[in-house]
């Protein structure tokens, strides 16, 4: 019978099937991170039972470390007392840490990735609602609360439903200075932040086969922002390319062996997908955000859609949202004042965003009011940017290049948006209060975020290049 | 996890939509490691101004309102995967949550949690708004056995859709791991089986 790449991998992982139950369905990787773990391991403490496959387990240190000062102990005490739980339950249950200070640390899904730990064929879940980011590999990968990471530690395995399946294609060619946060904020503003709800998305088309495995993350990453429990994309000779050599890919005769089975993880010709929807690359402009959901997001040169053009039902929430934005309907956002610029998170803090903002950006000036915020999404790729010198272009330029976490993302240190001030992120959420109580955050790609620190207001980055 | 029973209940509307989890619980509160205590910050910001006041026009602060059963607009929960959402809703006393559309990964953190997600049609859902807005102590029964959802004003009824699995979940009280845990030998010998 013909398949969808979804249903490729989740029956090669189903444990059990029964009629009336939902399947059990095996995990090959769980990642974890201090924020969404501790009452996990608690649980197994109260149950008296161990972590079953601890080598399958891997953790990191990301969502509320400092970004400035990281060799120094945790000034924040609650921060630090959740960090020093996580390398304790780790130490306790033997588990791998890439804890502060060490090499590999960083932001959850962006070192699964860059160590060659999220592979195709794979069925991944994290305590992180972003952990859809691995489906650009061909793997299963999808966000779980806590209480199925307890689940996991004791079984390595799940209670889940079987997804619906959407396929989402893109086909043609991008414009100049459009890239896959443009088109990912374009999905989601096309079919709403509830539009992918109940489904794996599959992304496919000629414009998302011709991007890199890191623009991919960067796609499959957002699929939350419309619902989706998950999206991916099948593995192919980029894919392949890209976790070839990588410390835990595998090698010699496994890589042969692996590199087989990999290559039939693809969609069936003739396989039916629940729901497909087709978008044309060329229709894309640079995307900006106006409201508190990512779906309110629109070209940057267009006009808020009217209050009175939503929905009776919706009007309140909508007026709402741009109340707290400080925005008039049918107005333009462009030329808005910027008063801060955020450059990172597990959408866009990889080496190819540091590298396309610093080309941007050498030789000029950030706008003087602007702060700007560059946090790369793990010790390395931070290391990486340094021996590539982007770390002088950005400290000629003004910008601050800080040390690995999730920061002004979602708030959870000390890097917050202040209240009322409007920051261009490159992150996922515009969230009331996401980077702070108060702070009004609009979505967009690295390079739209380079044009807004350079002239200090929303830019549409197409009259800079 | 406590056994779900049947209900009734005023509840405590909450009209607008796509209320994502940082709203039910901003990032900032999610530093304590043992799951009580939130729901003291539930929906904080708009509880709470940034001097820690009670907002008076928000429903939680409002005297008119109270219950175990929250009425909120649609894609309930969506966003981050924090079950803190959820147990900060159980904590504040919420056994309930009513809309015509939940997110996913907060729908699954509810029911593990024994805090029941309820999907209504739109139209039942405006009902309910209309009718507490008319009369606050407007109650609703909750039976989960017969998975009915009934206002005793007017009688109108809904018969929702749950998972058999975690409905019985819910009435026993038990949750997925005893489930899962029973099993490990199938868990054990599938992985002998496993290519990749």
């Given at each position: 019978m013909s398949k969808t790449l979804v249903e490729k991998i989740w029956d090669a992982h189903v444990v059990k099937r029964e009629e009336g139950f939902p399947d059990i369905i095996y995990i090959d990787t769980h990642l974890i991170h201090e924020v969404t773990s501790p009452q996990a391991f608690d649980g197994l403490r109260k149950r008296g039972i161990p972590v079953f496959r601890p080598k399958q387990t891997v953790a990191t240190a990301d969502h509320n470390v400092p970004t400035l000062n990281q060799h120094l102990p945790i000034k924040e005490e609650l921060s630090r007392y959740q960090v020093d739980m996580l390398t304790k339950n780790c130490a306790e249950f033997g588990i791998e840490l890439y804890g502060l200070g060490h090499p590999y640390q960083g932001i959850v899904h962006v070192i699964g990735p860059e160590l060659g730990i999220t592979l195709p064929g794979k069925t991944m879940v994290c305590g992180d609602s972003h952990t859809s980011t691995h489906g650009a590999f061909g793997a299963i990968a999808f966000g779980i609360g806590t209480s199925q990471v307890e689940q996991v530690f004791a079984t390595q395995c799940l209670l889940q439903s079987k997804p619906k399946t959407m396929k989402i294609e893109v086909n043609g060619t991008l414009q100049k200075g459009v890239g896959a946060k443009d088109i990912i904020l374009y999905i989601i503003a096309k079919i709403s932040a509830a539009g992918g709800t109940g489904y794996f998305i599959e992304y496919a088309g000629s414009a998302i086969r011709s991007l890199s495995m890191e623009a991919r993350m960067t796609i499959c990453n957002m699929s939350i922002e419309m619902g989706a429990?998950?999206?991916?994309?099948?593995?192919?000779q980029i894919t392949f390319d890209y976790v070839e050599g990588r410390e835990f890919a595998p090698k010699?005769?496994?890589?042969?062996?692996?590199?087989?089975?990999?290559?039939?993880?693809?969609?069936?010709?003739?396989?039916?997908?629940?729901?497909?929807?087709?978008?044309?690359?060329?229709?894309?402009?640079?995307?900006?955000?106006?409201?508190?959901?990512?779906?309110?997001?629109?070209?940057?040169?267009?006009?808020?859609?009217?209050?009175?053009?939503?929905?009776?039902?919706?009007?309140?929430?909508?007026?709402?949202?741009?109340?707290?934005?400080g925005?008039?309907?049918?107005?333009?956002?462009?030329?808005?004042?910027?008063?801060?610029?955020?450059?990172?998170?597990?959408?866009?803090?990889?080496?190819?965003?540091?590298?396309?903002?610093?080309?941007?950006?050498?030789?000029?000036?950030?706008?003087?009011?602007?702060?700007?915020?560059?946090?790369?999404?793990?010790?390395?790729?931070?290391?990486?940017?340094?021996e590539e010198g982007l770390d002088k272009i950005f400290e000629a330029a003004g910008f601050q290049l800080r040390e690995p976490g999730c920061s002004a993302c979602l708030g959870m240190n000390e890097d917050k948006i202040p209240a009322g001030k409007y920051c261009v992120s490159t992150s996922n959420r515009n969230f009331e209060g996401r980077q702070g109580p108060n702070a009004r955050t609009m979505l967009v790609s690295p390079l739209t975020a380079a044009a807004a620190a350079v002239t200090g207001k929303v830019t549409d980055v197409r009259e800079l290049i | 996890m406590k056994k779900f029973e049947t209900l009734t209940s005023q509840v405590v509307p909450l009209p607008i939509e796509n209320i994502d989890t940082d709203q039910i619980i901003p990032a900032r509160f999610l530093k304590a490691t043992t799951r009580e205590g939130f729901g003291n910050n539930l929906f904080r910001d708009w509880r709470f101004d940034s001097d820690n006041q009670p907002k008076a026009d928000f429903v939680l602060n409002s005297p008119i309102y109270s219950g175990k059963i929250l009425v909120a607009g649609k894609n309930f929960g969506c966003g981050s995967s924090r079950e803190h959402a959820a147990w900060a809703i159980q904590d504040y006393g919420f056994d309930v949550v009513i809309s015509s559309f939940f997110a996913d990964i907060f729908k699954g953190n509810a029911l593990n949690n024994g805090v029941l997600p309820i999907q209504v049609p739109e139209e039942f859902l405006e009902k309910i708004f209309e009718l507490v807005h008319q009369n606050p102590n407007t109650q609703i029964i909750v039976d989960l056995e017969?998975?009915?959802?009934?206002?005793?004003?007017?009688?109108?009824?809904?018969?929702?859709?749950?998972?058999?699995?975690?409905?019985?979940?819910?009435?026993?009280?038990?949750?997925?791991?005893?489930?899962?845990?029973?099993?490990k030998d199938l868990i054990e010998s599938f992985e002998t089986t496993k290519k990749w």
């Amino acid at each position: 019978m013909s398949k969808t790449l979804v249903e490729k991998i989740w029956d090669a992982h189903v444990v059990k099937r029964e009629e009336g139950f939902p399947d059990i369905i095996y995990i090959d990787t769980h990642l974890i991170h201090e924020v969404t773990s501790p009452q996990a391991f608690d649980g197994l403490r109260k149950r008296g039972i161990p972590v079953f496959r601890p080598k399958q387990t891997v953790a990191t240190a990301d969502h509320n470390v400092p970004t400035l000062n990281q060799h120094l102990p945790i000034k924040e005490e609650l921060s630090r007392y959740q960090v020093d739980m996580l390398t304790k339950n780790c130490a306790e249950f033997g588990i791998e840490l890439y804890g502060l200070g060490h090499p590999y640390q960083g932001i959850v899904h962006v070192i699964g990735p860059e160590l060659g730990i999220t592979l195709p064929g794979k069925t991944m879940v994290c305590g992180d609602s972003h952990t859809s980011t691995h489906g650009a590999f061909g793997a299963i990968a999808f966000g779980i609360g806590t209480s199925q990471v307890e689940q996991v530690f004791a079984t390595q395995c799940l209670l889940q439903s079987k997804p619906k399946t959407m396929k989402i294609e893109v086909n043609g060619t991008l414009q100049k200075g459009v890239g896959a946060k443009d088109i990912i904020l374009y999905i989601i503003a096309k079919i709403s932040a509830a539009g992918g709800t109940g489904y794996f998305i599959e992304y496919a088309g000629s414009a998302i086969r011709s991007l890199s495995m890191e623009a991919r993350m960067t796609i499959c990453n957002m699929s939350i922002e419309m619902g989706a429990r998950g999206g991916l994309i099948a593995p192919d000779q980029i894919t392949f390319d890209y976790v070839e050599g990588r410390e835990f890919a595998p090698k010699g005769e496994e890589w042969d062996q692996a590199l087989a089975y990999w290559k039939t993880l693809y969609s069936d010709e003739d396989a039916i997908f629940d729901k497909v929807l087709t978008f044309d690359a060329a229709d894309i402009a640079p995307m900006i955000t106006y409201g508190t959901n990512p779906g309110m997001g629109m070209g940057i040169t267009e006009h808020i859609p009217a209050t009175n053009a939503q929905p009776e039902s919706e009007r309140p929430s909508y007026q709402k949202a741009l109340d707290y934005m400080g925005f008039k309907d049918d107005s333009t956002v462009l030329g808005n004042r910027v008063d801060y610029v955020f450059i990172g998170s597990c959408t866009n803090s990889r080496i190819e965003d540091l590298r396309e903002v610093a080309s941007f950006v050498k030789g000029k000036q950030k706008a003087q009011d602007v702060e700007v915020w560059i946090v790369p999404g793990s010790k390395q790729v931070e290391k990486q940017a340094k021996e590539e010198g982007l770390d002088k272009i950005f400290e000629a330029a003004g910008f601050q290049l800080r040390e690995p976490g999730c920061s002004a993302c979602l708030g959870m240190n000390e890097d917050k948006i202040p209240a009322g001030k409007y920051c261009v992120s490159t992150s996922n959420r515009n969230f009331e209060g996401r980077q702070g109580p108060n702070a009004r955050t609009m979505l967009v790609s690295p390079l739209t975020a380079a044009a807004a620190a350079v002239t200090g207001k929303v830019t549409d980055v197409r009259e800079l290049i | 996890m406590k056994k779900f029973e049947t209900l009734t209940s005023q509840v405590v509307p909450l009209p607008i939509e796509n209320i994502d989890t940082d709203q039910i619980i901003p990032a900032r509160f999610l530093k304590a490691t043992t799951r009580e205590g939130f729901g003291n910050n539930l929906f904080r910001d708009w509880r709470f101004d940034s001097d820690n006041q009670p907002k008076a026009d928000f429903v939680l602060n409002s005297p008119i309102y109270s219950g175990k059963i929250l009425v909120a607009g649609k894609n309930f929960g969506c966003g981050s995967s924090r079950e803190h959402a959820a147990w900060a809703i159980q904590d504040y006393g919420f056994d309930v949550v009513i809309s015509s559309f939940f997110a996913d990964i907060f729908k699954g953190n509810a029911l593990n949690n024994g805090v029941l997600p309820i999907q209504v049609p739109e139209e039942f859902l405006e009902k309910i708004f209309e009718l507490v807005h008319q009369n606050p102590n407007t109650q609703i029964i909750v039976d989960l056995e017969k998975q009915t959802v009934m206002l005793t004003e007017t009688g109108d009824q809904f018969e929702f859709e749950i998972n058999p699995y975690k409905k019985s979940c819910l009435i026993n009280g038990y949750d997925d791991i005893d489930f899962i845990l029973n099993q490990k030998d199938l868990i054990e010998s599938f992985e002998t089986t496993k290519k990749w």
